[in-house]
């Protein structure tokens, strides 16, 4: 990023590279297939237009996944929370290692299994699940990409891991 802001514009690429997959594997499953181009879209258009304001403070995917955050909490408040289609977000699991039918269709089911689970926790524990689980980040990391307090950002991953705990019981 230190390299972008200073001009070089192949350290844009680099970045847009690198975080382009987790990005969008955290719109697409906090805001479903149908709105996630959009707003990955408007979120690399944020970060182009603050490049002369970002601070290296925080690292930059904790940065990226703030914008990605505040542009999804305003895509909720407009759409009021709806059931997402669970058919709609399928698509952003990844594909099975293995290649034997019933092996796929096993893990297929898993994933779909999860991906249902995920669908009915309240949009503020999914976003603090899948910013750990997809993007890495830590317990302070969420709290600051979410713009809340530790605590808070700890019991919302708390609560949805005991959620999805509870949900996938065989």
Do not use: C
């Not at 697409?28 to 690399?44: I, K, N």
């Amino acid at each position: 990023m230190r390299d972008w802001t200073a001009g070089r514009l192949p350290a844009f690429e680099a970045l847009y590279a690198r975080h382009r997959g987790m990005l969008y594997r955290f719109l697409l499953r906090g805001a479903g297939e149908s709105v996630a181009d959009e707003l990955f879209q408007e979120t690399w258009a944020r970060v182009v237009a603050a490049r002369s304001r970002w601070k290296p403070e925080a690292k930059f995917s904790t940065w990226l996944l703030q914008i990605a955050h505040n542009l999804m909490v305003d895509h909720w408040r407009r759409q009021r929370p709806a059931e997402p289609d669970p058919e709609t977000t399928i698509a952003a699991l990844e594909a099975p290692e293995e290649h034997r039918p019933d092996a796929d269709l096993s893990q297929f089911e898993q994933r779909r299994r999860l991906q249902r689970a995920l669908e009915t926790l309240p949009p503020e524990q999914r976003e603090a699940f899948l910013l750990r689980a997809e993007a890495g980040l830590g317990v302070q990391e969420i709290a600051e990409a979410t713009g809340v307090g530790r605590e808070t950002a700890k019991s919302r991953l708390r609560y949805a891991l005991a959620r999805l705990r509870e949900a996938l019981k065989p």
